[in-house]
């Protein structure tokens, strides 16, 4: 059987028409990989989603696209439940409304393979748009000589868009959303448990997001909860290695 | 740590949770008059900074009272501070030879401003100083005068990051002013080096720090933008032309909020097993708690794993019941001026970043705020909560006020356990909110400790003189110690009396009183000095100056309210009933002025009775107890 050099997660959930933009940035991204002779295996992962979304999807044809519709009523677990079935060495998500650079994923392999320890890439910037307003989002990397990792405690220096060996997300699963019991942000839980497993959170140069500002979105609405940042252990690894920068521990497992 | 802890109090002699004291009309001139204060206010004002003070100090705001004449009859000696920058007990210990009977601000007004005195040891980086607002030229002397005179707003900062050093050179005053015009009427750099970094402004339009290379980038999108072109009608909308002038944002550049919040983590820096969150660290009674519950806990996780944090107000003279080690904080350190709901959303998101296993509430509006929070159920993922109750307070209308009146039942399950310093309260609460048998169990009586040595030697100076010490409040009935006086003019009545919400004047006191200014917390009640202690209250928990008092071996006439019949009875002292009736009080005055021998018996029944319920060890067991249990 073929290796499958990358999973490509599609988180999608009631996005309507608009996932059709982003399965067109996944197929450009796709072809610029195989391009490289990067094997790329598409999968939409759709929790709970309307009959528009699945339709766009189904009826998708720039890509072959694995569809799996979910029942979990939460982006963790959507996540978790994808990687389950990812073939793919590495696995990248893009949520169901954003946009992947083209050269995104080749990129993404590029240089992860050059890198020997543990790490969770994500793109140099992203430029969050809206029909109105347009802004850059700076992704620090954790190499950086001036990045101060205390940060992460106080606010999200990542997206969710990440990319990673696939047993980077099977052994640090997303810890469940509950957003109507006051707790949130996966990806910010998941970034900080990562970085206190010693994993390193890089960014690939040259690289960028396109993120929708939606008027309505779960992000905005776990800020309106004050939600909490669901547990992780960063605080305590932060002390441990004492105020200075820490140093990651961790090496390369697979 | 302790080595951080400031020098300023709150409002001392707050034996409980205090009370909502309503306005009152008159400044209390016969304050300033006995407490000697100087004639030449005028000419303090312009170092005295009014709004400041008020701030700083809730029970004066409160009080209603002239705060330039609080400062001089009371703060100074207290230690609390006229203004940001001048720390009188520095003054005074760093100029005392020439005092000579000045009082600081007084003598600084007079003399020392024109010698350039230091007003603060929090003092000066001038080399920074020099390097952020004036010029490498310039003289210490030429700081301290440019802060005193430009420092209206409160921007400019004594000492900083060194980062700002650098940014200086690149600073555009325009763009900044055109890119923030809600500046306008302010110095463009003195704010963004005091205020506008930590909020996130750009220095200038086109420079943005941290972001890396911003024209590479933005080349970058607009290459793979253009790659993207037709697939994304709002992305096409967009202008790829000038990517590099648009805003940036990343965690490369936080929030004050955020800011402060990381500041004090890492301020904190160890695995915390228990939180103490305090309102205030003032030398009130529930301080003297929070305290207590610290020492238990620093004995049980060790110090280096426990935290005290002050939410509303600053580190105070309460701090020295602290142990050496100690790492105490305060909210207004890291985020001064925050508002309530702020204060609130601090704490929260502080106990869920270090998630120490047990949190215990006393007297914290932040944390009641946070337990009423309609989420606070995600709160409990991080840490178990218990708080302390002491009494109901009561508004001028006789309503119940406080915390046990206004959120205990409305998050009744937040809180896993409700320490309790008396026993007739736990079973006022169980009567009135009709708890349920089961629940009871949540409801724990954890009596103040007390240091009760042998029997204490009492060497009266003064027999006929009697002690009275508290706030000038309508809880504790000053009007009554008046009429006591009147009804017994051979017996002298020293009151050691705090501001609150009566003034002096009011009162029409007797000559056989005299108003004290309250004693210095560190050395305490001075009971050795008098014949009796005399407490006069409405409504209290078990209030500690009442405790102290009974482990002196002071013979005691007290109203019976709230708590204190658990220690004051007819055996160990002599109870009052009627806090109401000066005659009760007079009566026992009497009896334990002249007779000495039922004096000495009553004061050795009450040593029992103290070591009997509030020994250390009383205590502590209880603190462990509920640890273990957690």
């Known amino acids: 059987m073929k290796k499958t050099d990358v999973t490509a997660v599609i988180n999608a959930h009631r996005e309507g028409l608009m996932v059709a933009s982003t399965l067109k940035s996944v197929a450009k991204a796709v072809q610029v990989a195989n391009e490289h002779g990067i094997s790329v295996e598409v999968m939409a992962i759709a929790d709970r989603p309307d009959d528009v979304t699945l339709k766009v999807l189904e009826s998708f044809d720039q890509l072959s696209l694995e569809i799996r519709v979910a029942d979990n009523g939460d982006l963790a677990e959507s996540r978790n439940e994808a990687v389950g079935y990812a073939n793919g060495d590495f696995v990248a998500f893009v949520d169901g409304d954003d946009l992947w650079g083209p050269e995104w994923i080749a990129r993404a392999v590029n240089a992860a393979r050059k890198e020997t320890r543990e790490c969770v890439w994500h793109p140099e910037v992203n430029l969050y748009f809206s029909d109105t307003t347009q802004w850059l989002f700076h992704h620090p990397d954790m190499d950086a000589e001036d990045f101060d990792l205390w940060r992460q405690l106080v606010t999200n220096c990542w997206t969710a868009l990440s990319f990673a060996r696939r047993s980077v997300y099977l052994s640090h699963p997303y810890v469940r959303n509950e957003i109507s019991k006051g707790t949130g942000y996966e990806d910010w839980s998941w970034n900080c448990t990562t970085i206190a497993k010693g994993i390193i959170h890089k960014t690939v140069p040259d690289t960028c997001h396109f993120i929708r500002k939606k008027s309505f979105s779960m992000v905005q609405e776990t800020n309106t909860n004050e939600a909490l940042v669901s547990r992780h252990d960063l605080y305590s690894y932060l002390s441990a290695q004492g105020v200075k920068k820490a140093e990651p521990v961790a090496a390369l497992t697979s | ?630």
């Open chain 2, 1 to 630: 740590m302790m080595g951080i802890l400031k020098r300023r109090s709150k409002a001392p002699a707050a034996e409980t949770n205090p009370p909502a004291p309503p306005p009152v009309p008159a400044p209390s001139e016969s304050l300033a008059e006995k407490a000697d204060i100087p004639q030449d206010k005028p000419a303090l004002e312009s170092f005295f900074n009014r709004d400041y003070y008020l701030r700083q100090n809730v029970d004066v705001a409160n009080a209603e009272v002239d705060p330039l004449e609080h400062y001089l009859a009371f703060g100074e000696r207290e230690g609390r501070r006229p203004s940001p920058d001048f720390d009188p007990a520095f003054y005074a210990n760093r100029y005392a030879d020439t005092l000579k009977g000045l009082g600081p601000l007084e003598h600084f007004a007079l003399h020392g401003q024109k010698a350039g005195h230091v007003t603060s040891d929090e003092g000066f980086d001038y080399d920074w100083y020099k390097r952020v607002y004036l010029s490498h030229a310039a003289t210490d002397a030429d700081c301290r005068k440019h802060y005193q005179a430009e420092n209206q707003h409160g921007l400019l900062q004594k000492h900083g990051n060194e980062r700002l050093i650098a940014l200086r050179e690149r600073f555009i005053p325009d763009e900044y002013l055109e890119l923030y015009p809600d500046i306008v009427g302010l110095d463009p750099w003195v704010h963004f080096v005091s205020a506008g970094y930590r909020e996130g402004r750009h220095l200038s339009r086109w420079y943005r720090n941290g972001f890396g290379h911003i024209k590479r980038q933005a080349l970058e999108i607009r290459k793979q933008g253009w790659a993207l072109r037709g697939i994304d009608i709002a992305l096409d909308r967009g202008d790829l032309s000038a990517l590099d002038k648009l805003a940036s944002s990343g965690c490369q550049v936080l929030s004050a909020f955020e800011d402060a919040l990381m500041q004090l983590l890492k301020d904190v820096a160890s695995e915390i097993s228990s939180l103490v969150v305090v309102g205030a660290l003032g030398i009130g009674g529930a301080e003297r708690y929070a305290a207590n519950i610290f020492r238990s806990l620093a004995a049980i996780h060790g110090i280096e794993n426990v935290v005290i944090l002050a939410t509303e107000g600053e580190i105070g003279q309460g701090a020295q019941w602290l142990p050496a080690g100690a790492k105490v904080f305060a909210i207004s350190d890291y985020l001064p001026g925050a508002d309530r709901p702020t204060r609130a959303r601090f704490v929260r998101r502080f106990i869920s970043v270090i998630q120490p296993r047990t949190t215990y509430c006393v007297n914290s509006r932040a944390l009641w705020d946070a337990a009423l929070h309609p989420k606070n159920a995600a709160l409990q993922n991080y840490s178990q909560f218990f708080a302390s109750l002491f009494c109901y307070d009561y508004d001028p209308k006789g309503n119940r006020v406080g915390y046990a009146a206004t959120e205990f039942w409305q998050c009744f399950d937040f809180f896993d356990t409700y320490l309790i310093d008396n026993e007739p309260f736990v079973q006022e609460l169980i009567r009135q909110f009709s708890i349920p048998t089961l629940q009871r169990a949540k409801l724990r009586v954890v009596r103040s400790p007390v240091a009760v040595g042998k029997t204490p030697k009492r060497t009266v100076d003064r027999p006929m003189r009697v002690l009275w010490c508290g706030r000038l409040a309508r809880q504790k009935l000053p009007f009554v110690v008046s009429r006591i006086a009147a009804l017994c003019p051979n017996v002298y009545i020293d009151m050691y009396a705090a501001a609150g919400d009566t003034a002096a004047s009011t009162l029409n006191l007797p000559s056989n009183v005299s108003i004290m200014p309250p004693y210095d917390p560190k050395k305490g009640a001075p009971f050795d000095e008098y014949g009796a202690f005399l407490y006069t209250s409405l409504w209290d928990g078990i209030p500690t100056v009442m405790l102290d008092a009974a482990s002196s071996g002071i013979p005691i006439i007290g109203s019976v309210v709230g708590g204190i019949g658990e220690v004051l009875t007819d055996q160990t002292g002599w109870p009052v009933n009627d806090p109401n009736d000066p005659q009760q009080y007079v009566n026992g005055l009497l009896e334990a002025l002249f007779d000495p021998a039922e004096a000495e018996r009553r004061a050795q029944e009450m040593l029992r009775r103290l070591e009997d319920h509030h020994s250390w060890n009383a205590f502590d067991a209880n603190v462990r107890q509920i640890e273990h249990g957690a």
